[in-house]
């Protein structure tokens, strides 16, 4: 991996990165990848000494992208508690809480997943409706669902 991560790290930064944003941003997308889906402290590290910059501008730059994660769990599931999607979306609830023993604020699936809930999601027309690693899915169902969490 630590091979892997200098290269792609020494590629963007031949792009422009750090400083030319969507570089940087590409390259901590491919290193997140490259990591298992996790920008941990040493990978961190790692980006910042190549880019010249320190771990704590790398964080302050992955907190506000939604699909780059510093620790934790690889994916985040968020699931709608809006009265629509509560209503046509109980049997995922129960699915998740009940046969899964997902609890909101935690990782689950082996830590692979963190679970949380959220208000409305402003999609009622088309509920139930979650959120997988910050990407809105409208309309999901129970087996889609399963399908996306057991594939990543």
Not at 89 to 114: D, V
Request: proline share 2%.
């Amino acid at each position: 991996m630590k091979n892997n991560l200098t290269e792609i790290v020494t590629y963007y930064k031949g792009c422009g990165a750090p400083s030319d944003q969507s570089a940087l941003l590409a390259c901590l997308r491919e290193a997140q990848d490259a990591c298992g889906g996790i920008l941990d402290a040493a990978a961190q590290q790692e980006i910042g000494e190549i880019l010249g910059v320190k771990p704590s501008y790398l964080q302050a730059v992955t907190k506000r992208i939604s699909d780059l994660k510093l620790s934790g769990a690889a994916h985040t599931l968020t699931v709608c508690t809006g009265v629509n999607c509560s209503r046509r979306g109980a049997e995922i609830r129960r699915y998740l809480e009940k046969e899964l023993g997902a609890q909101s604020g935690k990782t689950f699936l082996n830590g692979r997943w963190m679970y949380l809930t959220a208000g409305c999601q402003r999609a009622c027309r088309t509920s139930p409706n979650v959120r997988i690693d910050g990407q809105l899915v409208t309309g999901i169902t129970l087996n889609t669902l399963k399908k996306r969490l057991f594939q990543t």
